[in-house]
Structures are given as C-alpha cells and as structure tokens.
C-alpha cells in the first residue's frame, strides 16, 4: 500500500463548476500538507501550504486537512480552463525516515471544458 | 532571479552509458533534492541533499549518484543507464524542512 494515495481521474468538468480533490494518507508522522499543480510538460509548482488539520483559502482555492481521517482535500471555486492541469498532493513530517522529504500522490489529471 | 535551471531538456541513451544531469538554483536554498516521475507513480525522491558536503538517498536510489560540492548545484549521475531508467526528472530546491519545494522544468531522459 503506497503510502498516499490520490485518484488519478481524469476528471473533467464545465467551466465554472466547484472541484474537489482528494488525497487519503497513512503516515501519521505527516504534519505539513501541500497541494502542486504541475502543466503539461512543465515542473510541478506550489499552490497551496498547509500545516497540521485545519483550512486554508487562497482565493479560489481552499485546501482542508483532516489529520483525524488522514485526508486532505483542495477544492478549486469558479473553475476555468486555465485550471486544466494535473494535481500533486504532497506531505512531509518530521519524524526521522520523513524529515525532509516530500512523499507525492500520483497526481490527478482535471480538465476545465469551455 | 532564474529559480531551478536544469539540463539538458531531453536526451537518449543507450543502454549502459553514462551521463550526468545538471540543476543549479540562485536562491541560495540550503535543501535540493531529485525526483524521477513516471506515469502512474507520482513523483519518487531519488536523492536528496540538506547543505554543501551532505547528501542521502531517498525512496528510489539505485543507479544514481549525486554530489554537491556548492549550495547552487547538485548533479545527478547516471552510472550505467537502464531502460528502467526512462523518466522524467526534476530537480527541486527548498530553504529546508517544511518549506516550499521550486522545481525545475525537468529532463526527459530515454534509454534504449
């Protein structure tokens, strides 16, 4: 069992739907929570910070962490093609074995139709 | 400032040649590390590197060498290239634990 697990989709969605992105972990030694949207053929770059449970909003983002559950979920408002892209949720702790490096879910493929 | 640099953008091997990959950052990050993606198994860390002198293997480690003699560059070898080896890779750099990973635009790399 890997050790995040995200749903690979594809997913695709009209223009102006509200999104919903998952990711479920086991390592309960995971403290900081991040969200990467990665373009075709391009380096993953970071969209959302979070650290421990709770709910952080970027404008049309929202990331939740359930430490609980050991799920955590990026919900994008106002969809727009410009969305298209695929989705990275990554975890680190700080617990040694985890320190420092970023354990990736597979990635979620989301395409925005006009 | 150019973030991650990395090159080169793509390249082909045949089976049992050696090759290095260049990163290099100008944002003075104490922490880089690199990544191999393939399809269906998100990013895997290869290895990783928390200062000038300090490296450590990551999840997926053999076949690979690294070294990182100053803060801006950390090189990636490969020894003896493998078919198993066809992936893209990133290199990514952070201040340090927790904090934000800049990745770089990646290097497809195929062996034959």
């Known amino acids: 069992q890997k050790e995040v697990e995200q749903d690979p989709g594809p997913l695709s969605v009209p223009e102006g739907a509200i999104v919903s992105l998952n990711c479920t972990y086991s390592?309960?030694?995971?403290?900081?929570f991040m969200w990467y949207r990665q373009y075709s053929r391009k380096g993953p770059e970071l969209l959302m910070y979070?650290?421990?449970?709770g709910n952080k909003e970027d404008g049309r983002f929202t990331a939740q962490v359930d430490k609980s559950s050991k799920y955590i979920s990026l919900f994008i408002r106002d969809s727009q093609p410009s969305d298209s892209a695929t989705y990275l949720c990554?975890?680190?702790?700080?617990?040694?074995?985890?320190?420092?490096?970023?354990?990736f879910g597979s990635g979620t493929q989301l395409t925005v139709l006009p | 400032n150019a973030g991650v640099t990395q090159t080169p953008k793509f390249q082909v091997l045949k089976t049992g040649q050696s090759m290095t990959l260049q990163c290099a950052q100008d944002?003075?990050?104490?922490?880089m590390s690199w990544y191999r993606q393939d399809p269906g198994m998100g990013l895997r860390l290869i290895h990783y590197?928390?200062?000038?002198?300090?490296?450590d293997q990551g999840e997926v480690p053999n076949g690979y060498n690294v070294s990182r003699s100053t803060t801006e560059d950390f090189p990636l070898r490969l020894l003896s290239a493998a078919p198993s080896q066809t992936s893209v890779y990133f290199c990514?750099?952070?201040?340090?634990?927790?904090?934000?990973?800049?990745f770089g635009p990646g290097t497809r790399l195929t062996v034959l």
């Open positions: 990514a750099s952070g201040k340090g634990l927790g904090d934000t990973q800049y």
């Open positions: 390592n309960s030694a995971f403290q900081y």
């Open positions: 979070t650290y421990s449970s």
């Open positions: 990554a975890m680190t702790g700080v617990s040694s074995g985890s320190a420092r490096q970023l354990t």
């Open positions: 944002m003075n990050h104490e922490y």
């Open positions: 590197s928390v200062g000038a002198g300090i490296t």
